[in-house]
Protein backbone atom coordinates (compact mmCIF):
# COMPACT_ATOMS: atom_id res chain seq x y z
CA UNK A 1 0.00 0.00 0.00
CA UNK A 2 1.64 3.12 -1.09
CA UNK A 3 0.73 6.68 -2.03
CA UNK A 4 1.38 10.31 -0.95
CA UNK A 5 0.93 11.09 2.88
CA UNK A 6 -3.04 11.51 3.79
CA UNK A 7 -4.11 9.93 1.00
CA UNK A 8 -5.36 7.13 3.20
CA UNK A 9 -3.04 4.13 3.07
CA UNK A 10 -3.59 3.63 6.74
CA UNK A 11 -7.09 3.82 6.86
CA UNK A 12 -7.61 1.34 4.04
CA UNK A 13 -5.23 -1.02 5.81
CA UNK A 14 -7.33 -0.73 9.13
CA UNK A 15 -10.16 -1.54 6.64
CA UNK A 16 -8.88 -4.56 4.62
CA UNK A 17 -7.58 -6.58 8.08
CA UNK A 18 -10.66 -5.64 10.35
CA UNK A 19 -8.31 -3.71 12.41
CA UNK A 20 -6.09 -6.47 12.68
CA UNK A 21 -2.80 -4.32 11.75
CA UNK A 22 -0.43 -2.30 13.34
CA UNK A 23 0.78 1.83 12.41
CA UNK A 24 4.27 2.45 13.27
CA UNK A 25 3.20 6.24 13.93
CA UNK A 26 3.93 9.78 15.38
CA UNK A 27 1.61 12.38 15.57
CA UNK A 28 -0.83 10.63 13.42
CA UNK A 29 1.42 9.89 10.56
CA UNK A 30 3.14 6.60 9.55
CA UNK A 31 6.74 7.49 10.35
CA UNK A 32 7.96 3.49 9.74
CA UNK A 33 5.39 1.29 8.24
CA UNK A 34 1.86 -0.16 8.47
CA UNK A 35 1.36 -4.12 8.46
CA UNK A 36 -1.48 -6.18 8.67
CA UNK A 37 -2.83 -9.64 7.73
CA UNK A 38 -5.76 -10.31 5.79
CA UNK A 39 -7.73 -13.35 4.66
CA UNK A 40 -9.39 -13.55 1.80
CA UNK A 41 -11.36 -16.81 0.96
CA UNK A 42 -8.90 -18.38 3.17
CA UNK A 43 -5.59 -16.94 1.40
CA UNK A 44 -3.54 -15.06 3.62
CA UNK A 45 -2.65 -11.72 2.25
CA UNK A 46 0.42 -9.44 4.18
CA UNK A 47 -0.26 -5.97 3.97
CA UNK A 48 2.78 -3.64 4.24
CA UNK A 49 1.72 0.23 4.30
CA UNK A 50 4.60 2.64 3.54
CA UNK A 51 5.06 5.90 4.53
CA UNK A 52 4.05 8.76 2.54
CA UNK A 53 6.70 11.74 3.69
CA UNK A 54 9.34 12.07 0.65
CA UNK A 55 12.15 11.67 3.46
CA UNK A 56 11.37 7.94 4.15
CA UNK A 57 12.28 6.96 1.07
CA UNK A 58 14.39 4.15 2.24
CA UNK A 59 12.01 2.98 4.20
CA UNK A 60 9.77 2.53 1.13
CA UNK A 61 12.91 0.37 -0.49
CA UNK A 62 13.02 -2.35 1.79
CA UNK A 63 9.03 -2.60 2.12
CA UNK A 64 8.70 -2.90 -1.39
CA UNK A 65 11.34 -5.47 -2.19
CA UNK A 66 9.84 -8.63 -2.39
CA UNK A 67 5.39 -6.85 -3.04
CA UNK A 68 3.80 -9.20 -5.33
CA UNK A 69 1.10 -6.55 -5.72
CA UNK A 70 0.51 -2.82 -5.37
CA UNK A 71 -2.39 -0.70 -4.13
CA UNK A 72 -1.57 2.93 -5.17
CA UNK A 73 -3.34 5.27 -2.97
CA UNK A 74 -4.15 8.71 -4.51
CA UNK A 75 -6.47 11.31 -2.72
CA UNK A 76 -10.02 12.04 -4.88
CA UNK A 77 -10.39 15.48 -3.33
CA UNK A 78 -7.17 17.39 -2.87
CA UNK A 79 -5.58 18.13 -6.60
CA UNK A 80 -2.31 20.06 -4.06
CA UNK A 81 -1.27 15.96 -3.31
CA UNK A 82 -1.80 15.44 -7.22
CA UNK A 83 2.56 16.64 -7.50
CA UNK A 84 3.43 14.43 -5.06
CA UNK A 85 1.67 11.10 -6.00
CA UNK A 86 3.24 11.58 -9.60
CA UNK A 87 6.79 11.50 -7.76
CA UNK A 88 5.31 8.57 -5.70
CA UNK A 89 4.29 6.69 -8.40
CA UNK A 90 7.96 7.34 -9.99
CA UNK A 91 9.84 6.16 -7.71
CA UNK A 92 7.66 2.72 -7.08
CA UNK A 93 7.66 2.08 -10.71
CA UNK A 94 11.00 2.02 -10.54
CA UNK A 95 11.26 -0.39 -6.76
CA UNK A 96 8.86 -2.34 -8.31
CA UNK A 97 8.93 -2.58 -12.44
CA UNK A 98 6.63 -5.20 -13.54
CA UNK A 99 4.73 -6.22 -10.80
CA UNK A 100 0.90 -5.75 -10.45
CA UNK A 101 -0.85 -2.16 -9.44
CA UNK A 102 -4.44 -1.12 -9.06
CA UNK A 103 -5.09 2.52 -7.89
CA UNK A 104 -7.17 3.40 -5.29
CA UNK A 105 -8.96 7.01 -6.01
CA UNK A 106 -9.80 7.19 -2.29
CA UNK A 107 -12.14 9.23 -0.22
CA UNK A 108 -14.83 9.19 -2.84
CA UNK A 109 -17.53 9.22 0.39
CA UNK A 110 -16.61 12.85 0.43
CA UNK A 111 -18.35 16.10 -1.51
CA UNK A 112 -16.40 17.05 -3.97
CA UNK A 113 -14.53 14.20 -4.61
CA UNK A 114 -13.18 13.92 -8.70
CA UNK A 115 -14.50 11.43 -10.45
CA UNK A 116 -12.17 9.19 -12.66
CA UNK A 117 -12.06 10.60 -15.36
CA UNK A 118 -10.97 13.69 -14.05
CA UNK A 119 -8.02 12.35 -12.35
CA UNK A 120 -6.83 10.50 -15.35
CA UNK A 121 -7.11 13.55 -16.89
CA UNK A 122 -4.65 15.32 -14.29
CA UNK A 123 -2.50 11.98 -13.44
CA UNK A 124 -1.05 10.69 -16.78
CA UNK A 125 0.50 7.91 -14.84
CA UNK A 126 -3.04 6.74 -14.79
CA UNK A 127 -3.08 5.69 -17.87
CA UNK A 128 -2.96 1.82 -18.20
CA UNK A 129 -3.57 0.81 -14.80
CA UNK A 130 -7.00 -0.15 -13.20
CA UNK A 131 -8.46 2.66 -11.27
CA UNK A 132 -10.98 2.02 -8.21
CA UNK A 133 -13.55 4.29 -7.23
CA UNK A 134 -12.98 3.91 -3.12
CA UNK A 135 -13.26 4.84 0.09
CA UNK A 136 -11.10 3.46 3.35
CA UNK A 137 -13.77 5.26 5.77
CA UNK A 138 -17.01 3.63 3.96
CA UNK A 139 -15.37 0.63 2.54
CA UNK A 140 -17.25 0.93 -0.90
CA UNK A 141 -15.03 -0.72 -3.77
CA UNK A 142 -12.52 -1.74 -1.65
CA UNK A 143 -13.49 -5.59 -1.65
CA UNK A 144 -13.40 -5.71 -5.80
CA UNK A 145 -10.41 -3.85 -5.87
CA UNK A 146 -8.21 -6.00 -3.59
CA UNK A 147 -10.00 -9.21 -5.46
CA UNK A 148 -8.46 -7.91 -8.66
CA UNK A 149 -4.92 -6.79 -7.84
CA UNK A 150 -4.74 -10.68 -5.99
CA UNK A 151 -6.11 -12.27 -9.58
CA UNK A 152 -3.84 -10.02 -11.39
CA UNK A 153 -0.97 -11.43 -8.94
CA UNK A 154 -2.47 -14.82 -9.52
CA UNK A 155 -2.47 -14.84 -13.32
CA UNK A 156 1.25 -13.98 -13.09
CA UNK A 157 1.96 -17.64 -11.25
CA UNK A 158 -0.95 -19.88 -12.51
CA UNK A 159 0.89 -21.95 -14.68
CA UNK A 160 3.27 -22.53 -11.38
CA UNK A 161 -0.27 -22.83 -8.93
CA UNK A 162 -1.27 -25.51 -11.70
CA UNK A 163 1.37 -27.85 -11.00
CA UNK A 164 1.39 -27.19 -6.95
CA UNK A 165 -2.47 -28.88 -6.92
CA UNK A 166 -1.64 -31.43 -9.55
CA UNK A 167 1.59 -32.86 -7.39
CA UNK A 168 -0.02 -31.70 -4.08
CA UNK A 169 1.24 -34.44 -1.78
CA UNK A 170 2.23 -36.77 -4.49
CA UNK A 171 5.79 -38.34 -3.38
CA UNK A 172 9.02 -36.85 -5.13
CA UNK A 173 6.20 -33.95 -6.14
CA UNK A 174 9.45 -31.35 -6.43
CA UNK A 175 11.27 -34.00 -8.74
CA UNK A 176 7.67 -33.59 -11.28
CA UNK A 177 7.57 -29.58 -10.79
CA UNK A 178 10.98 -29.69 -12.17
CA UNK A 179 9.99 -32.11 -14.97
CA UNK A 180 7.40 -30.33 -16.26
CA UNK A 181 8.36 -26.52 -15.97
CA UNK A 182 11.48 -27.19 -16.76
CA UNK A 183 13.20 -26.09 -13.93
CA UNK A 184 16.61 -26.57 -12.49
CA UNK A 185 16.37 -27.96 -8.29
CA UNK A 186 17.21 -24.36 -7.08
CA UNK A 187 14.70 -22.75 -8.86
CA UNK A 188 12.13 -24.91 -8.09
CA UNK A 189 12.74 -24.82 -4.36
CA UNK A 190 12.90 -21.31 -4.90
CA UNK A 191 9.43 -21.52 -5.52
CA UNK A 192 8.40 -23.56 -3.07
CA UNK A 193 9.83 -21.23 -0.41
CA UNK A 194 8.20 -18.24 -1.94
CA UNK A 195 4.89 -20.05 -1.87
CA UNK A 196 5.51 -21.57 1.74
CA UNK A 197 6.03 -18.29 3.26
CA UNK A 198 2.86 -16.70 1.96
CA UNK A 199 1.35 -19.75 3.77
CA UNK A 200 -0.30 -21.67 0.30
CA UNK A 201 1.90 -24.64 0.55
CA UNK A 202 3.65 -26.46 3.04
CA UNK A 203 6.78 -28.13 2.15
CA UNK A 204 8.48 -31.06 3.90
CA UNK A 205 11.77 -31.29 5.17
CA UNK A 206 14.02 -32.30 2.40
CA UNK A 207 11.85 -30.35 -0.15
CA UNK A 208 11.13 -33.39 -2.21
CA UNK A 209 7.45 -33.13 -1.35
CA UNK A 210 5.23 -30.40 -0.70
CA UNK A 211 1.47 -30.27 0.02
CA UNK A 212 -1.33 -27.42 -0.87
CA UNK A 213 -2.98 -25.46 2.29
CA UNK A 214 -6.68 -27.48 1.61
CA UNK A 215 -8.04 -23.72 2.17
CA UNK A 216 -6.45 -22.17 -0.95
CA UNK A 217 -6.49 -25.36 -3.42
CA UNK A 218 -9.39 -24.11 -4.96
CA UNK A 219 -7.76 -20.45 -5.53
CA UNK A 220 -4.68 -22.25 -6.74
CA UNK A 221 -6.67 -24.68 -9.50
CA UNK A 222 -8.65 -21.50 -10.77
CA UNK A 223 -7.81 -18.24 -9.59
CA UNK A 224 -10.27 -16.51 -11.10
CA UNK A 225 -12.90 -17.69 -8.62
CA UNK A 226 -10.95 -14.82 -6.68
CA UNK A 227 -13.26 -12.57 -8.65
CA UNK A 228 -16.48 -14.54 -8.23
CA UNK A 229 -17.97 -13.30 -4.76
N1 LIG B 1 -13.75 10.81 4.42
C1 LIG B 1 -12.70 9.99 4.28
N2 LIG B 1 -11.58 10.21 5.01
C2 LIG B 1 -10.55 9.35 4.85
C3 LIG B 1 -10.61 8.25 3.96
N3 LIG B 1 -9.44 7.58 4.03
C4 LIG B 1 -8.67 8.25 4.92
N4 LIG B 1 -9.34 9.32 5.43
C5 LIG B 1 -8.83 10.32 6.38
O1 LIG B 1 -7.71 10.97 5.81
C6 LIG B 1 -6.68 11.19 6.77
C7 LIG B 1 -5.39 10.50 6.35
O2 LIG B 1 -5.57 9.09 6.40
P1 LIG B 1 -4.36 8.07 6.66
O3 LIG B 1 -4.89 6.71 6.52
O4 LIG B 1 -3.66 8.44 7.92
O5 LIG B 1 -3.43 8.48 5.43
P2 LIG B 1 -1.95 7.96 5.09
O6 LIG B 1 -1.03 9.08 5.43
O7 LIG B 1 -1.97 7.73 3.60
O8 LIG B 1 -1.67 6.72 5.88
C8 LIG B 1 -7.24 10.66 8.09
O9 LIG B 1 -7.80 11.74 8.80
C9 LIG B 1 -8.31 9.66 7.67
O10 LIG B 1 -9.32 9.54 8.62
C10 LIG B 1 -11.82 8.06 3.20
O11 LIG B 1 -11.98 7.15 2.39
N5 LIG B 1 -12.82 8.97 3.41
MG1 LIG C 1 -0.17 6.27 7.21
New binding site residues.
Given amino acids: MT?P????????IYHITNGQCINIERR???IAMDHGLANVDGMSVFMF?TP?LLRFRTMRKILSSGADGIIF?VDSVDPDSDARAKLFFREIAFFLPGVPCVVAA??Q??QGARPIDSLRMNLRFLAGLPVFPV???TGENVDSMLRTLLYLVMMQWSTVFGKFAKYSGAKDGLKKLMKDLNLERDQAVGYLRRFELRKLLEVQVGDEQFKVKDAVRHLLEKPVSIMQR
Avoid: F, R
Fill in positions: GYEAGKSQMGTTGGVNKDLSAK
